[in-house]
């Protein structure tokens, strides 16, 4: 009897130590569990925050990934808001808010030519670098920094439609080719001029549907006369500007590049100005400062002929701020009319290979108006065109004073009235 009792408490204890031993286990394997599940959470946290990182990089490298969407607004933008036409759209998220007072900086170049089947275009499309194919880095770097920038698209943007008969130079560029504006920093885009038709109407609402779908603003033409003559306004450091365009050339009765009308589309023709001029005054009433971009003068003639001599100061007194003009191909005179500048010709921006003297301009404002007008001298050579420095750009600078008498430009570009 005492063996079993021995026996049985010894049996009492295997039971006690394995159940011990389960209990141990059970809650050795929970902890672990939990352990486990904070590590996984840890590292799903870690991953996510670096994908965000990531993603926030996304935009200045130019990529795409699946589920995120980029922004629309143009590099270097101090945009808080554009209007084509007649709506305002929301603020951009991505772009630094300006507070009211700010000085907002406006760049504008001449005709840009976008047609592969011609010098520039070929040129870059064969160094294969993008903008960088066609202007400095220094002269990039400008553009980009650049609030707003706005270019002379020389062209339509199509695969479709029919050369017009008869004209010596037709231009047409690719679609995908929208894609360089943005690399360039390019803003607002004028389309009135004498080649936006060359490929008739079927092309010229292409360049508008393609235009639009990348985002850019255009002036000076559109679905109707309405769209075409419209001022196209932003908003920026507390700022609204105004931005107007509309051509003279091709004055004859019946042009080869049709003027918009109440049905049909076309550009903004402004050989009769009265539509132009009132145009710019209702700009005038709607912002704080008005741009006039104006497709006139003669080819190759350094001097303003009479119908940029007659509208310039008609334009002034409608309610232009500043004046620029292109299509000469050439630098023309700066002048000031009742304290307004205009700048009758800023000649080829990247437009042939040629080799030319060309410029950016800058202007700065702010709620008071023009701050400063800067004229930095560039050259157009061998399809590329860059800033230019020293010897070369004193030269420039020394040409353009020679043109512009009354007019004080100093050893940096910048232009006042005496």
Known sequence: MKRRGKSGKRKNLVRMLAAFCIAFAVVMAAGLSVLMGYYIMAAEEREETNFSLFAEAIPEAGLTLPGWEPQEAGEGSGLSGTEQQDSEPEQQDSEPEQQPGEEVVLAFGGDILLDPGYSVMASLLQRGRGAEGAFSQDLLAEMRAADILMLNNEFPYSDRGTPTEGKQFTFRAKPDSVRLLDEMGVDIVSLANNHAFDYGETA?????????????????????????????????????????SATQIERMD?????????????????????????????????????????????????????????????????????????????????????????????????????????????????????????????????????????????????????????????????????
């Open 254 to 418: 019946n042009p080869d590049t049709r003027g918009a009308t109440d049905t049909l589309p076309g550009v903004f023709r402004c050989l009769n100005p009265d539509r132009l001029l009132e145009t710019v005054r209702e700009a005038a009433a709607n912002s704080d400062f008005v741009v006039v971009y104006i497709h006139w003068g003669t080819e190759n003639v350094a001097e303003p002929d009479w119908a940029q001599l007659d509208q310039a100061p008609r334009l002034v007194e409608a309610g232009a701020d500043l004046v620029i003009g292109d299509h000469p191909h050439c630098l023309q005179p700066v002048v000031y009319i009742d304290r307004v500048p205009v700048l009758y010709s800023l000649g080829n921006f990247w437009f042939n290979s040629r080799q030319v003297d060309t410029c950016l301009i800058k202007a700065t404002v702010d709620g008071n108006g023009l701050k400063s007008l800067q004229f930095l001298p560039a050259q157009q050579k061998d399809c590329f065109t860059s800033l230019l420095h020293g010897g070369e750009k004193e030269r420039v600078l020394d040409y353009m004073r020679s043109i512009s008498p009354g007019v004080h430009i100093d050893e940096e570009g910048y232009i006042t009235c005496p």
């Open 204 to 244: 010229l609402l292409d360049t508008l549907d393609i235009l639009k779908g990348a985002g850019i603003p255009y002036a000076g033409a559109g679905i109707n006369l309405e769209e075409a003559a419209a001022p196209v306004y932003f908003t920026a450091g507390g700022v609204k500007l105004a931005y107007v």
